[in-house]
């Protein structure tokens, strides 16, 4: 399919369409008020393994989670009197909020970069929120351009970008806002601006006063920011091509399996490899694992993602 013929207008056939491709884990580009998204499924890991992909994004960044109305959001995330308030004024709207998952909360791991918080909002765009009623998905959509490149706004710049690699782009025409949705967090005591965008900060102090800006020292991570990663409570020995007493060992390839507490991807898919890097760190995790070696990844395509976030979570901690 040529980038041009996956630009369908609005309808009512258009969106089951998009809604039968989520469903079946691909990617449908469609408009918001800020910029066009790049959406998946967030409770499929292949899924949002699909968006890091298709963007060439270099690190497992958290993606924003879009969902059509503040009583589904709080199906996934925890709600104090701060954020009921902001959801109250400014959803539907360009206001992300980044806050505690709940224990049960089904969203990827991965679509929140391993972290115990989830980037919410609920758009105001109508045919995003159309597309979220008739999918009943919670979408992680990220900006639908290749990392590092500009923004989308109309929907050819989402073919020109992504061509092939999405499976459709729904059609809204220019998005009002044009520039990304304000990301706020929270601390004990106060508001924190952790990325500037169509909602401002002046329009945030009319309801909390002397709001904060993040820095690179702030612990809340969030799109648009240095991240904080999260990693296993024990040491990790990567490029391991043997299985130590007392380790768990994470493999990749058939060359890897039979020594494998987990194995990421059997066939040495970096996809999946991708998609179960997180769920498995966490499993090791609650297993109480002393010590996780990770076998060699491949440092090409979604390999290059896979072993940054594998160095991270390496590093000496103190």
Not at 6 to 31: K, M
Not at 129 to 157: D, K
């Amino acid at each position: 399919m040529s980038a041009s013929k996956s630009i369908i207008p609005p309808s009512s056939t258009a969106l089951e369409r998009a809604s039968d491709l989520l469903h079946n884990g691909e990617l449908v580009a469609f408009p918001t008020e800020t910029v066009y998204g790049l959406g998946a499924d967030a409770m499929h890991d292949k899924a949002v393994a699909k968006i890091f992909e298709a963007k060439g994004r270099p690190s497992f960044n958290p993606l924003i989670i879009h969902v059509p109305d503040m009583e589904t959001a709080k199906q996934y995330v925890i709600f104090d009197e701060r954020a009921e308030i902001l959801g109250r004024v400014f959803w539907p709207g360009a206001l992300t909020m980044v806050l505690p998952r709940r224990k049960d909360c089904p969203i990827s791991k991965l679509a929140s970069a391993g972290l115990e918080t989830l980037a919410i909002r609920v758009p105001a765009n109508p045919l995003a929120r159309q597309l979220l009623q008739v999918c009943r998905l919670p979408l992680a959509a990220p900006s639908a351009n290749p990392s590092g490149q500009i923004s989308p706004t109309q929907a050819a710049h989402v073919a020109t970008g992504l061509g092939d690699r999405v499976s459709m782009i729904l059609d809204g025409g220019t998005c009002t806002i044009g520039v990304e949705s304000t990301v706020v967090g929270f601390d004990e005591e106060n508001v924190i601006l952790l990325r500037p965008g169509g909602i401002t900060k002046e329009q945030l102090e009319v309801h909390f006063p002397n709001v904060q800006e993040a820095n690179e020292e702030s612990e809340i991570s969030s799109p648009g920011m240095l991240l904080s990663h999260y990693a296993p409570s024990c040491p990790v020995r990567l490029n391991a091509t043997d299985k130590h007493k007392n380790e768990a060992f994470l493999g990749f390839g058939r060359e890897y399996d039979k020594i494998s507490t987990i194995n990421l991807s059997v066939s040495g898919d970096l996809s999946e490899a991708t998609a179960n890097l997180f769920s498995a760190f966490h499993l090791l995790d609650e297993q109480g694992a002393k010590q996780i070696a990770v076998a060699p990844i491949p440092n090409i395509g979604l390999g290059v993602a896979i072993n940054d976030r594998l160095k991270r979570a390496a590093a000496p901690r103190p």
